[in-house]
């Protein structure tokens, strides 16, 4: 059965294909029936001459003989037109099969262009399709899509380089400023202003300093030079980020309820992976309310080890969920200046978790509360034996 899709390059080609095809049957048996029906109009009968004989009889007999070969003309006609019209049939079907595959064969490198450049992502634009062939249109267009790919790798590249440059460059004038103020601040008879100001601005600094280290997390996790890698396993990184934030915890009342299972290893980075985990679990303090709950949870799935942070709170809407994976961004109105975080926590767990093959999903909870979830590829720890 030929299953075609309304709309496609494809389908336009097969009805083209089979048009052409039927055009060319119908021509070729039209052609046929019209020079079969000349040559036997062309036939004459001619009465054979007989010494003995009447005329009249003679004139019957050839009558007769006509009329034979009318009946027989005719008959051979009707059976040369259904024979023609059972062709065409059998045609129609063959050219509908004929141009499908034709068509199929036609596109079959686009579609190995299609598949190749969905499988390209920010992460691994260095891949290139690399098609080879003679130069036609095909191997032109393969060839734009991999300028393309190296354009944007390009860019891509000093973006992140610009970032991580900057922050690297900022970290001086901040490091001077914050000696500067503390010196101001620890002299004899400082004013009263100028120490309230001394604070306001240690605490600003002290953002600004947060916000270049999330810069440069994620530009070294975006990046993709992973260094240092090694088994990990989430479940002690999870339970080590928890017991760092206990201060937390308390001081918000919070409800914490661990599942955390042994052997869930995965390879990779471990600072990276050990900032990702904290990001995951500083959001879930930072962002609840009093007297609120948190959830860890550790599991295996087919080759993949998951990390669920659940938390309590106000029902979400998905799409603002689905915003807090993109830098800077926040549930409410406020874009900066917020005194919670800079924005860049669940957008550095996305690029760490990225750049180690996995992902992060991110669930708004029916009841209220954010669902974070990360899936990271799993390696098999082989089972200690005992002595």
Do not use: C
């Not at 579609?111 to 098609?131: G, Q, S």
């Not at 479940?235 to 919070?254: E, M, N, S, V, Y």
């Amino acid at each position: 059965m030929i299953r075609l899709r309304n709309g496609t390059v494809g389908l336009r080609f097969t009805i083209l294909y089979a048009g052409v095809f039927l055009v060319s049957g119908i021509g070729l048996l039209s052609l046929t029936f019209l020079l079969a029906g000349g040559v036997r109009r062309s036939v004459p009968v001619t009465p054979h001459p007989s010494a003995a004989g009447d005329l009249d009889e003679l004139d019957q007999r050839v009558r007769h003989l006509q009329e034979q070969l009318a009946e027989v003309n005719a008959q051979h006609s009707r059976q040369l037109l259904v024979g023609s019209l059972l062709a065409l049939t059998v045609m129609a079907v063959v050219s509908v099969l004929a141009g499908r595959v034709l068509a199929r064969r036609v596109l079959r490198p686009l579609r190995v262009i299609t598949a190749a450049t969905r499988r390209i992502t920010a992460d691994d634009l260095h891949r290139r399709l690399d098609v080879n062939g003679p130069a036609d249109e095909v191997k032109d267009l393969a060839d734009t899509i991999d300028g393309l790919l190296g354009r944007l790798e390009a860019s891509f590249a000093a973006q992140r380089r610009f970032v991580a440059n900057a922050s690297h460059e900022l970290r001086t004038p901040l490091a001077t400023m914050r000696a500067s103020l503390d010196v101001a601040v620890a002299k004899p008879g400082a004013a009263r202003q100028t120490l309230v100001l001394g604070d306001r601005l240690r605490t600003q600094l002290d953002r600004v300093d947060r916000l270049l280290d999330g810069f440069l997390v994620l530009a070294r996790a975006q990046h993709g030079a992973l260094t240092g890698a090694a088994d990990v396993d989430l479940g002690r990184l999870a339970a080590r980020a928890t017991t760092d934030r206990t201060t937390g915890i308390t001081a918000k009342r919070l409800t914490v309820t661990e599942d955390l299972r042994a052997g869930m290893v995965t390879r990779g980075d471990t600072a990276l992976l050990a900032r990702m985990v904290e990001n995951v679990v500083d959001n879930a303090v930072t962002h609840n309310e009093d007297d609120g709950w948190i959830r860890l949870e550790t599991s295996r799935e087919d080759a993949e080890v998951r990390l669920v942070v659940e938390t309590g709170g106000r029902v979400l809407d998905q799409r603002d969920a689905d915003r807090l994976a993109q830098p800077f961004e926040r549930l409410g109105a406020d874009r900066t200046g917020s005194e919670n975080g800079s924005g860049l926590g669940l957008s550095i767990v996305a690029a760490i978790a990225a750049a180690h093959g996995g992902r992060l999903e991110l669930l708004a909870l029916p009841r209220g509360g954010l669902r974070v979830s990360i899936s990271l590829p799993s390696v098999q720890v082989p089972a200690e034996v005992p002595a």
